[in-house]
């Protein structure tokens, strides 16, 4: 088997801190790879700090750089989609720019990948989050991997080494909300794990809010799995066999027992209840529709201001 070119594709949000570490740390584990030329793809998701001008200096610097800056902020997922477009090599290996994901484990990534593997990703072990936030990652992987179809491997991110033809099928997926470590797992072909250590972020400040973790946590679940819109009917179909015993309770205690069932509280909580779940699922089956929305129209997933490479064949 021939020595595999390496393309590493990195998204970035005002990393400006964390840049020169990142290609300093990310250059030498391509440095001691055999073969070769590999890439390091750096998309530049509408920063507001420096990290753009930052990339593209080191672009011009270095030709195994390409700077890709996006129109504005589209996001992480799309981020990473326009770095998986860009790439030219024969393995792709995404990863964050807060160097939590150690680009020292890419060597062990390859070696999976030369046994025959198209798709090795980390788990995630040892995480160094507060302890309430990582019983929401334990929570939610178990979850959703409950859920979705194709199941998903749990404690598992982006971080990941993906083959040329799985690259291939995740840019002829077409959806526009995109959540990549299930799509990863919906192209199929051999797949397999491995421990990785969580490490701590190297600069700033973590850029993804808890609104955002719970955006892209949605995206998992209504992209890849259709139980909360079926809970809709199971729950309405529980609601409705309550009400039958219920309504032949009553028909039972008026002929047989003469006397009707009382309790206006009992009644107002129920029909409060029942209006809450009513709006609750009224909201999952919105979530589905505005999916359809975002989907109908069409719009591409981001787009390029500028590319920056120092490579002459580009």
């Known amino acids: 088997m021939s020595v595999p070119r390496v393309s590493v594709a990195v998204a970035l949000y005002n990393e400006e801190e964390a840049l020169p570490e990142l290609l300093r740390r990310v250059g030498s584990v391509l440095d001691a790879l055999p073969g070769g030329p590999h890439e390091i793809v750096l998309v530049d998701d509408g920063s507001a700090d420096r990290t753009r001008p930052l990339m593209e200096e ?137 421990p990785v250590e969580r490490a701590s972020r190297h600069a700033g400040e973590s ?42 309770y009553a028909i039972y205690a008026k002929i047989f027992l003469d006397r009707s069932p009382q309790g206006f509280t009992a009644l107002l909580v129920v029909g409060t209840f029942l209006a809450g779940v009513l709006l609750f699922f009224l909201g999952v089956i919105g979530e589905y529709v505005g999916r359809i929305y975002q989907e109908v129209k069409g719009r591409p997933v981001y787009v390029v201001d500028a590319v920056v490479t120092g490579r002459k064949d580009l």
């Open 58 to 194: 080191a672009a011009r610097r270095d030709a195994r750089i390409v700077s890709v800056a996006l129109s504005r902020n589209f996001g992480h997922q799309p981020a990473l989609t326009a770095a998986l477009d860009h790439v030219t090599g024969d393995v792709v290996v995404l990863m964050d720019a807060d160097l939590q994901d150690p680009p020292e484990e890419i060597p062990r990534f390859l070696a999976e990948h030369a046994r025959g593997y198209d798709v090795v990703y980390a788990r995630r072990e040892r995480r160094k989050e507060p302890l309430w936030l990582r019983f929401c990652y334990w929570a939610y992987y178990r979850m959703l991997a409950r859920m979705a179809k194709p199941t998903l491997p749990l404690d598992a991110g982006d971080f990941s080494l993906l083959s040329r033809r799985v690259v291939k099928e995740l840019r002829r997926a077409p959806e526009r909300q995109r959540y990549l470590r299930g799509l990863r797992a919906w192209a199929g072909f051999r797949q397999i794990g491995i």
């Open 207 to 248: 850029k993804y809010s808890f609104g955002r973790l719970v955006e892209l946590g949605l995206d998992g679940i209504f992209s890849f799995s259709t139980v909360p819109i079926r809970a809709a009917a199971v729950m309405g179909a529980v609601a409705a066999g309550l009400a039958i015993l219920f309504a032949l």
